[in-house]
């Protein structure tokens, strides 16, 4: 079992910065996939950034050149660098951990991001 730890949410004004932190412990798989997934009031939970073990990242086109994630694989965990924010980044913002021999997937309980305009 896999359990995480998110910190770092808040409210900020437009423009703002804020990171988010997540940290994941137990039985750790070598080969995993760590991200952030965010999910606004009435909406599905889409994807933000994942950052393979290895060190390929993915961004939604929406986050592209204002957020930033990072890994730290010794202290087993993601992080999100968020700049330029925008009313419309407001979410709930999820950490995912991906074991991708088992296929198994392990979520954070989430934690709330509020741009104000």
């Known amino acids: 079992q896999v359990q995480l730890r998110e910190s770092g949410g808040g409210l900020v004004q437009a423009g703002g910065s804020l990171t988010l932190s997540c940290e994941a412990s137990?039985?750790?798989?070598?080969?995993?996939?760590m991200g952030w997934y965010r999910q606004a009031p009435g909406k599905q939970r889409d994807l933000v950034a994942v950052?393979?073990?290895?060190?390929?990242?993915n961004y939604a086109d929406s986050v592209q050149g204002r957020f930033t994630i990072s890994r730290d694989n010794a202290y087993n965990s993601v992080y999100l660098q968020m700049n330029s924010l925008k009313p419309e980044d407001t979410a709930v913002y999820y950490c995912?951990?991906?074991?991708?021999?088992?296929?198994?997937?392990?979520w954070g309980q989430g934690t709330q991001v509020t741009v104000a305009s």
């Open positions: 137990g039985s750790i798989p070598s080969m995993n996939v």
């Open positions: 995912e951990l991906r074991d991708l021999r088992a296929r198994t997937e392990y």
């Open positions: 950052m393979f073990s290895g060190g390929v990242k």
